[in-house]
């Protein structure tokens, strides 16, 4: 029910009015601060309404969000968890080059795998989760395409298991279908917004440990309640940030996509929550749609 709601939400925000249309100046909502994302939506998970969106439906690569829908691709499986997989030749990223200090040979669980894609954001790992599928690679892209039109996400497309590939590409609109339906399951919340990871791999004389951390530093910050997160860059998708996270016991979720300079997501999802919480305490715990158009600039 609450998926089907959000769309009516979605649906309000791309066709209606502003809000604020045709009320007195001090009855406006107050408009979010500039935010520095190409494509913005920000969803009240409680209400599946749409509270303010910018260019939601432009289709663009999502870099490595993409691992979201591996992760659930994985976990439909119901491939055991606890299986030794290896790093392979195979797994190394030939296409944008990245490096990776999981090395060939390295040998972990497909859980941890999944921990580092998810966390880390490893590229290695998500690649091996996808190789390692019935059937191959092909199969599993072909269950993450299924998947996602299951979800409804009509704008989505994936070619490969870690989004290095700039084919791989959504809409703000279709990810927060994503971003609800990875928040039903516990190892995604759970991993997605762990702090760090610590493995142990073998080496020429001893094994040593190696340390991860989570690629969205809001994670450790005592100001964010994030129930789930997901951080993706390639030089085509720009910085791109995906959350669900309470903000003044509100759950919303946050897509922030193609955001410019290294930090402009995080500022972006800060700047995000403290109007928000204006807002609620404002309005008396009630939020509204501040912005029917989703090409109006903030």
């Known amino acids: 029910m609450r998926r089907s709601t959000m769309a009516l939400g979605l649906s309000a925000l791309l066709v209606t009015a502003p809000a604020w249309a045709g009320k ?35 289709v663009q690569p999502i870099a490595s969000i993409t691992k979201l ?7 439909d499986a119901k491939l055991p968890l606890d299986e030794t997989l290896e790093i392979v030749h195979e797994d190394l990223d030939f296409v944008k080059g990245t490096r990776s200090r999981l090395q060939v040979g390295t040998q972990l669980t497909r859980g941890e795998l999944l921990k580092l894609a998810l966390m880390a954001s490893e590229n290695r790992a998500a690649a091996a989760l996808g190789r390692s599928y ?10 993450m395409n299924r998947k996602a039109a ?12 870690t989004g290095l590939h700039p084919q791989n590409v959504s809409t703000a609109q279709d990810l927060v279908k994503m971003v609800e339906a990875g928040y039903s399951y ?10 760090s990871h610590i493995i142990e791999v073998e080496g020429r004389s001893r094994n040593r440990l190696v340390s991860f951390s989570n690629s969205n530093r809001l994670v450790r910050s005592s100001s964010w309640d994030i129930g789930l997160s997901k951080t993706g860059y390639i030089s085509e998708a720009g910085r791109c940030l995906v959350m669900q996270a309470k903000i003044a016991a509100r759950p ?4 922030l996509l193609d955001s410019w300079g290294k930090l402009s997501r995080i500022g972006d999802a800060n700047r995000i929550k403290q109007w928000v919480e204006a ?9 509204r749609i501040s912005n029917g158009s989703p090409t109006t600039q903030m």
């Open 134 to 143: 019935p059937g191959g690679i092909g199969a599993f892209v072909e269950a």
């Open 279 to 287: 807002e609620l305490k404002r309005s008396e715990g009630k939020l």
């Open 252 to 255: 919303v979720i946050i897509v």
């Open 186 to 195: 516990e190892v995604i919340r759970d991993f997605t917004t762990s702090e």
């Open 150 to 161: 299951e979800l409804g996400m009509t704008d989505t497309r994936f070619v490969d298991s």
């Open 69 to 75: 829908m591996t992760a659930m691709v994985v976990l």
């Open 24 to 58: 007195s100046s001090e009855d406006r909502i107050p408009s979010p601060p500039r935010l520095h994302s190409s494509a913005v939506l920000v969803v009240d998970q409680e209400q599946g309404e749409a509270i303010f969106g910018k260019n939601v439906g432009a």
